[in-house]
């Protein structure tokens, strides 16, 4: 077995140490030395400034301002505003897709979302079997287990 040293204590109890350990140092409160400068970041490698997410640049593309002809006239709206009324254009041609698309947004935004007590009758006998074979399904494990 190896013996520990023999420690001489100062008169305060505490080992003999420099006079900076015994200031504002501890966790989280590195030795000034050791702190950060002013200016200088702990991952210089990381993120740039000024870097942006896909969802920001997608906001700002979807709202730039382009020029449109209406009518004989020009007006400026925003991209999202003229693929909107492109998608008003090919539903009032009779595309259904479009329609379809259009009026589900025009639900959403109004608030009124689908209910899930709005399904036709076809759809609930679906959901009806659909359920009865999982019960059967889970029966059927039940008994073999």
Request: with cysteine; charged share 35%.
């Amino acid at each position: 077995m190896s013996k520990k040293p023999n420690r001489q204590r100062s008169p305060s109890g505490n080992a003999a140490r420099p006079a900076r350990l015994n200031s504002e140092v501890g966790y989280c409160r590195p030795p000034k030395e050791h702190q950060f400068k002013p200016g200088k970041s702990g991952n210089p490698k990381g993120r740039p400034k000024g870097a942006k997410n896909e969802a920001t640049i997608l906001r700002n593309i979807l709202n730039r301002r382009i020029e449109v002809r209406e009518g004989g006239r020009a007006r400026k709206i925003s991209v999202l505003e003229a693929m909107l009324l492109k998608f008003v254009d090919d539903a009032l041609k009779g595309n259904p897709k479009s329609a379809i698309f259009l009026l589900n947004r025009y639900r959403l935004a109004d608030g009124d979302a689908p209910d899930a007590n709005d399904i036709d009758q076809d759809d609930r006998q679906v959901l009806d079997a659909f359920v009865r074979r999982l019960e059967e399904d889970f029966k059927a494990k039940r008994k073999r287990s």
